[in-house]
């Protein structure tokens, strides 16, 4: 059985809807302004196929004279004829000249609209999966999806779209044409149709899954770029340079490869619909002209169908270019339409639960929960991180979480903030189920303090105030001085307009673990989280934060994960966690005079000698 994630990524081959069906159902909202580009596309066409009759009426003229077909319309002085075919002409290039504004400017138009509103609705819908969606997958191979392939789909709208549609009016316009004036000739200028439309047929087929490979190939390289770029610091200091050179060589020689074998089919395209194409080009010439030579055909309509014979056969020409980029986009329209109709594994609930009226009370209820579920692990299934565990925090009070590395601290924090799902049990705050609460009310309730900060690209005060968008620079100021972070701040080149950099790297760790710190006592929440929260300060700064955090927990809940026992003895109650399981839960002096998990890992800490 597939799992999730193997399901979201199926093969392109496997899609029972063609992308252009999927894609005309998802766009519906733009129909109408699709449906005017068209007619302003064939439109312009059939103004453009003009011309051909235009010098077939001039040669009419000037063969034919007073038997011309002006002269049959009643005009039957020459140059009045000649005046009066320039004034068409000009009324003919003005409508073509029109049609082509209008055209151009709504097919150009609708690309951009297509390709904002796509690229926005992706990224909010991905904004929207669950974590272990993007653990799943490679921020790069993510970001050629948001960028990459919806440019793709932009491309074929702001030109390819509008070329088909200018291809098919010129085959039915022309199609009349003949089959009007020479029925008996006019299959001959539409014997390499078939071939052409057959050979069309075939290279689609063909040409389908090698840009579907050529896709897959960009996501992997913009992955493995994106990836280094992110670790330039580890590459620079293993001297990796040549190495990582090696591994963008071969991603970048993979790409080359796919694309040669797509262009090695579609370059083939056109040279063999060229030769297909001289084929009615010539049956016209000759049996067109002997009609001519005989006298059933009159001279001026032999030339208007020897002109319009090119016109019909030789855009056919670039029809490989066109088709490429219908493919090319298509290619891409799967993949975007995909990660659309990936469904988010954790829905938003409908009870609704202001800030303001938060007490801050938290339970863990017989809680249960792995990682990975469908993963095994030598024939067995993967044992639960949390298993049974039961956990009780009453509103304003400050709870501390401990144990080893690995023994699923962390993971209580991400349940809290639904950032996974549990398995079984259930988690409330105040009373309500977690899973029953909107989402955006929950985690407006709880401010969160990572051991792996993230700071945006921006100024200090845009980090700060990241989530309390409406704060003025008071308030700022108010929360990076309790965070201990005003007087590092005012020292910078611009104070808090310094700009940060990707991540915060122009900042140490402990600055940026104290912006963080700030961010989350701006937005003042009911309950706070403190995961490693001074885990990488030194050690006064660390003084001065748990002086601060003294006032901060203040009327609030607070939970502490922490390596660090000195950071959390004055908790309300410690709970231990060894392997996913709660082993042990009291005060500090409780879980010392108990002589247990808590009390060896304090010697370790400390070296104190504690009484058996």
Known sequence: MKSRSQQAEAPVEENKVSPLARLWK??????RQVIFASLFSISKKIVDLAPPVLIGAAVDIVISQQDSFFAKLGITDVMSQLWVLAAVSFVVWGLESLFQYLSSILWRNLAQTIQHELRLETYAHMQNLEMAYFEDRNTGGLLAVLNDDINQLERFLDSG????????????????????TIPNVAWMAFLPMPFVIWGSIIFQKRIAPRYASVRERNSLLSAQLSNNLSGIATIKSFTAEQHEIARIRRESEAYRGSNRSAISLSSAFTPIIRMLIVTGFTAILV????????????VGTYSVLVFMTQRLLWPLTSLGTTVDLYQRAMASTDRVLDLLDTEPQIMTGSVSLPVNEVRGEVNFDDICFKYNTEQSNGGGRIPATIQDLNIHIPAGDTAAIVGATGSGKSTLVKLLLRLYEIQTGRITLDGVDLRD???????????FVSQDVFLFHGT??????????????????EAAKVAEAHEFIISLPNGYDTIVGERGQKLSGGERQRLSIARAILKNPPVLILDEATSAVDNETEAAIQRSLEKIVLNRTTIMIAHRLSTVRNADRIFVLEKGLLQEQGTHEELLAHNGIYAALWRVQTGERIRR
Do not use: C, P, W
Not at 26 to 31: D, K, L, N, Q
Not at 287 to 294: P, V
């Open 161 to 180: 779209a509008d070329e088909l549609i200018q291809v098919t009016t010129t085959v039915i316009v022309i199609g009349g044409i003949f089959f009007a």
């Open 26 to 31: 998802h766009t519906r909202a733009y129909r």
């Open 437 to 447: 609460l909107k989402l955006t009310d929950l985690r407006r309730a709880i401010g």
């Open 460 to 477: 200090v005060r845009e980090n700060i105030e990241y989530g309390s968008f409406g704060a003025n620079m008071e308030q700022v100021v």
């Open 287 to 298: 049996f067109g002209g002997q009609q001519a030579l005989e006298g059933t055909l009159n």
